[in-house]
């Protein structure tokens, strides 16, 4: 229930402000783009988005783990609703996912005992990001 209404909170506030301060572009508008400078860290062939699926969920349940409080728990649901999205195809809200995860990611704190998890969960929203930058894009 918790989860839920911090859910519907962070929607409220970007609805009501149109703007998300951990990810300022994620609730816009306009139809979502990758953050470019999560986009710039690969640089891949282009590849479906579906293909980063299982490391998104990865990401929600493994690598989150030593991350605790709400950070903890916006990283999971921000993960695994891009996943979801991703499987059903609706990649516009699967990009603001993406956006809002890296928000998150961004605010922790740069402790040693939690490097390599957000060094993986950044590769993994970075290659998340490449997949949809380009793809059924007009």
């Not at 859910?7 to 609805?15: H, T, Y």
Request: glycine share 4%; with cysteine; proline share 9%.
């Amino acid at each position: 229930m918790r989860r839920v209404v911090l859910v519907a909170l962070l929607f409220a506030v970007a609805a009501c402000a149109d703007r998300s301060p951990l990810a300022p572009d994620a609730f816009g508008r306009a139809p979502c783009r990758p953050p470019s400078e999560l986009v710039a860290m690969v640089i891949t062939p282009p590849f479906a988005p579906l293909a980063m699926r299982s490391a998104l969920i990865h990401s929600a349940d493994a690598l989150t783990l030593l991350i605790v409080g709400t950070p903890q728990r916006d990283l999971q649901v921000a993960f695994r609703s891009a996943a979801t999205k991703i499987e059903i195809g609706d990649y516009d809200s699967a990009c603001r996912f993406v956006a809002l995860a890296y928000g998150v990611l961004r605010t922790l704190p740069p402790t040693p005992a939690t490097l390599p998890e957000r060094d993986a969960m950044r590769l993994i929203l970075a290659l998340t990001a490449q997949s949809l930058s380009g793809f059924g894009r007009e």
